[in-house]
Structure formats: C-alpha cells, structure tokens
C-alpha cells in the first residue's frame, strides 16, 4: 500500500476518496431538493430545517469524534463513521415525510461528524511535521470534488430513475470504501508493516518537535483566545461552504431558471475550483512556514488574506445581474475559501500537544458546524420573508466571513513556551 513511495501517502489517498465519498452523499440532497421538496410538499423555511437538522448531529459528533479518536484511535472511529453514514444516506430513499427525513438526515450527520478531525488526528500520527499542512489538504480535497460529482451524477440517476435510486447507490459506494479502510490502514505506522525503517524514522524525527511544552487539561486548551478565535474564523468559511452546499442549486433553479439538468453542471465549476484550492492550500503554507520558520505566521498569512477575498466574492455574487457573474464569483469565493481549509486544522497540530489534537481539532469543528445548523435556516426564512430574493444571504455570509478572519488576525499567536516552530520549519 504505497503511494509515492512512502506508506503515509496511501493513507491520505484513501482519507482523499473518502472525504470524495462523504461530501458526495452530504451534497446529493441538495442536488436532488428541488425533486424531494416536490414529493413532499416542503415550503422554503421546512427544506431549510431539513439542511440545518444533519448539523445538529454533525457538529456533536465532531467533537465525539475527535474526543474519541484520542481514545481509541482516529483509524477505529473512521470505520464506525463511514458505516453510519453510508447507512443512513441510503435509508434517505425510504423517506415518506417531513419528520421522517428529519431524523435520517440528523443520524447522517452523526455518522459525517468525525471526519475532520479523525483525518487531523490520523495526519499527526503519520507525518513530519513539514508536511503535515500539506497533508491535511491533500487530505480534505476530495471533499469538494465529491460535492463536483454530485451534481452530475446525482442529477443523472435522479432523471434517469428517480431521485430516491442516487442515494441507494452512492451509499453502495460509500460502503465499499468503508471495506477497503478497515482492511488496509493501521492507526500509526509502527503498526503496519509495510512501513520502512527509514519512513518511520524520518516522521518520528520531526513529530518531535510538534509538542507544546507539559500537557495542560482540555479545558484550559480550549479556552485560549488563539483557539477560540480559529473556531470563530473556522466558523466564518463554514458559514459560506453550507450556505453554498445547502442553497447555491437552488438559487440556480428558483432564482436564476436554470433547469435541473443545467444546474447539475453549472454547480460543478465552483467545487472543481474549490478542489484546486484545498488541494493547492497546504502546500502554500507549508512553503510559507519552509521560508520564514514560522507556522503559524505562515498559518495565519494564508488564513486572513484568502477568506477576506472569499467573503468579498460571496458578498457581491447575490447582487449581480447576470448567472453567469453570479457563477463566477461564487466560484471564486469557494476556490479561496476552500485555500484556507488546511490552515484551521495546521493551526492546531502547531500549537497543541499531540495526544489533544483530536479534542481540541474536534472542538474547533463543532463550533465550525454550527454554522451548518444557522445557514441554511437563516437562508430560508430569509428567502421566504423577501419573497424569493437572495441579496440579504449572500451578503450575510461574506460579513460573517470577514469578522473570522479579522478574530484570526488579532487573536491568534504562537503559545508561550512552545517548541520548535522555527527549528521544525529548517528541515527539508
């Protein structure tokens, strides 16, 4: 199981496809909205819950999540993960109602919940710390690529032979992904044995200089303001992903005319974009921090400049007068939205001891999908108090964008006494 000649990069190969898998599911609802709100009479403000309600679980168990992959292993706690969400996606056909799409939806989000930072826990087992950023974005990059393929594929079965047959076989997928996991990947290296002598030394070597000084409890971690202020931020660029996920295909039906068919391609372009700034992101940082010996200064560089562009983009996109300018901002803003989505987590493995990435990353993304719970909802009472207009939303999610990055830049500094952050950045 090798990838580029080492062992760890099979592992970010396989958390690749299966953040792919994961946002395929997550974004098929939305492709297949407009056909499921039909069948089941759902108003603007009921189909806005419905998106909100994933992320009543989805935020809850991105802490459970990372709490437990500091317990039992982010390797166990994906396999548990992937199984629920597979399962319950497919059970999304057997939906007959408003409530009973309410509770597949927040058990999904349940099984969603960990990815992120089981896949931080499990980058910090398996890589020096030179790469980690880098890592943790090649790590994350299939997530918008699936969220690309969902439009075409989930629009193509759903003409093809009704919405409710996309999620069966997406969940298939999701299953089988689920197999080759359990199968094929250890929670450290020193537990598979195809990693090498020298691949194991050289990733020990460099984990060394990760640490933060004495373990300090969870609490008092997460309540540093350099913490509290990534989340913020984390925050902010989730606010515009699931405004975007949620809404963005329906905006293109109901308020640009655009047919089912032709909205299914024309939402591509911005995860495509989105994929080449995720995959792009972390290695800008981590040539930043190779530079000037600085994680988090080369953090925080890329964090504040990228989501203040994004938040500019998503801002003036729902007052344009064209769907093509509407398209292309939104691509836009996704595709530097999505370059700093490796920094919230880079953040943390800098300046949090190892054995508290899980929690505190964990943490870090349930505050993130909060915004999951807020956006879609605000989205669709906003939309139905103004009679179908977006202007107020769109511009709502770059403001909330902005105070982030502004938390971001103010807040967060490298913690007193940590180690190595410029003696990590000279290794080549």
Known sequence: ??????????????????????????AA?????????KELSLSPAELGMVFSVFFFGYAAFCFVGGYASDRIGGRNVFAIASVVWSVFCGLTAMVFSFGSLLIVRLIFG????????????LVSNWFPRRQQATAVGWANAGTPLGGALAGPIVGFIALAWGWRASFV?????????SAAWMLMVTERPEHNSHVSAAEAAEIAADQDAATSG?????????????????????????????FFLSWFPTYLTTARHLSL?????????????????????????DAIFRITGNAVRARKLVLVVALLIAALCVALA????????????????VFFMYLTGNTYWAIILDTVDRDRVGGV?????????????????VTGFMVQATGGSYAGAFGLAGGIAVLGALSVAVFVRAPVGSVGLAAAGTRV
């Open 214 to 242: 004495p373990t300090v409890s969870l609490g008092s971690l997460l309540a540093r303001p350099a913490v509290l202020a990534t989340a913020f931020a984390f925050f902010g660029y989730a606010y515009i992903l699931y």
């Open 318 to 333: 729902g007052s344009v007068e064209t769907v093509q300018a509407a398209v292309g901002l939104m691509a836009v803003s």
């Open 110 to 121: 349940m099984g969603e919940g960990p990815y992120g930072s089981a896949a931080n826990k």
């Open 29 to 37: 609802l939305s492709v297949a909205a407009p056909l499921l709100s």
């Open 169 to 177: 076989i997406i969940a298939a997928i999701g299953l089988c992904w």
């Open 361 to 377: 990353g964990g943490f870090v993304h349930l505050i993130a999908n909060l915004a999951g719970i807020v956006a879609p909802s």
């Open 1 to 26: 199981m090798k990838l580029f000649g080492t062992v760890r990069w099979a592992v970010v190969g396989l958390l690749f496809l299966g953040g792919m898998i994961s946002y395929l599911d997550r």
């Open 261 to 285: 068919q032709s909205m299914s391609f024309v939402s591509t372009i911005p995860w495509l974009l989105g994929f080449i700034g995720l995959a792009a992101g972390g290695s800008v940082s």
